[in-house]
Each structure stands twice: as C-alpha cells, then as structure tokens.
C-alpha cells in the first residue's frame, strides 16, 4: 500500500491514497486562474507539495513519518488518527485535545451555518437538498 503524506491546514498529517490526493487536488489546479489570483495559487501549491511525500507500507502495514511532517504536527511521542472524509488524519494527541475542545464548543453553531448553506444551496440545486437542510436547520 501507498500512501501520499502532506502537511495539512491545521497542526496535522494528511494521509491519502494517491488517487484520493489526485482527485481533490487536479481539479483545483486545473481551473485556479478562475478561483486564485496567480501569488494564491502559487502560495497553496507551496504549501501543499512542497510537504508532499509518498510512502509505502511495510509488511505489517506501518508507514514511517517523515521527521518534518511530525513537527508540522507537533507530535512527540502520543498521535491520533482520524478519518476525515477521504483523508486521514494524524494529530499529535495533544493538539487534538485542545482542538476538540474548541470545536465541541462551536459544534452548535457551525453546524447551524452549516445547514444554512446547505439550505441556500438546496434551493437551487435541488428540492431535496433542501428538505435535508430544512430538517437539519429545524433540528439545530
């Protein structure tokens, strides 16, 4: 198994599978001129790749971290792993302490956001968007 690790947008490691990394990320570069001024793109093209590294999994299904990547990190020597969607997620345990914290408070109200969002998309997209969102946000 293969593995593409970056850096991520918070104190973490993104983990993804190469065609995972490939899907996300393509797309957003292919159109960039129309969503980033050039100094953006360039910026989160940095970023990202400049952290990019791919790595296989031994026998017994470990991966080795990357030294640099673990300070991104801040891990030490506890991690958590996390599934996000379609990444996973390495946080120094105690970053993600202090990260639940902060999010456990504002759950409610991105969650309200949220549905908003959702809600005004719905509306033109589709109708059952917007049922969904209606049910979340009476829910909410």
């Given at each position: 198994l293969t593995f593409c690790l970056s850096r991520w947008f918070e104190p973490c490691i993104?983990?993804?599978?190469?065609?995972?990394?490939?899907?996300?990320?393509?797309?957003?570069?292919?159109?960039?001129?129309?969503?980033?001024?050039?100094?953006?793109?360039?910026?989160?093209?940095?970023?990202?790749?400049?952290?990019?590294?791919?790595?296989?999994?031994?026998?017994?299904?470990?991966?080795?971290?990357?030294?640099?990547?673990?300070?991104?990190?801040?891990?030490?020597?506890?991690?958590?792993?996390l599934g996000v969607h379609d990444r996973i997620e390495i946080w120094s345990k105690k970053a993600w302490e202090e990260k639940q914290d902060t999010s456990f408070k504002n759950m409610r109200k991105i969650a309200k956001n949220f549905a908003k969002r959702v809600f005004r998309c719905g509306e033109v997209v589709e109708?059952?968007?917007?049922?969904?969102?209606?049910?979340?946000?009476?829910?909410?």
């Open positions: 993104a983990v993804f599978p190469p065609q995972a990394w490939s899907e996300r990320f393509a797309p957003l570069f292919k159109n960039a001129d129309s969503i980033f001024d050039v100094d953006e793109q360039e910026e989160l093209k940095r970023f990202l790749f400049s952290s990019l590294t791919n790595v296989s999994a031994d026998k017994t299904g470990r991966i080795l971290l990357p030294d640099y990547l673990m300070q991104h990190a801040g891990i030490e020597k506890e991690l958590v792993l109708g059952r968007f917007m049922q969904n969102a209606q049910l979340v946000g009476n829910y909410l």
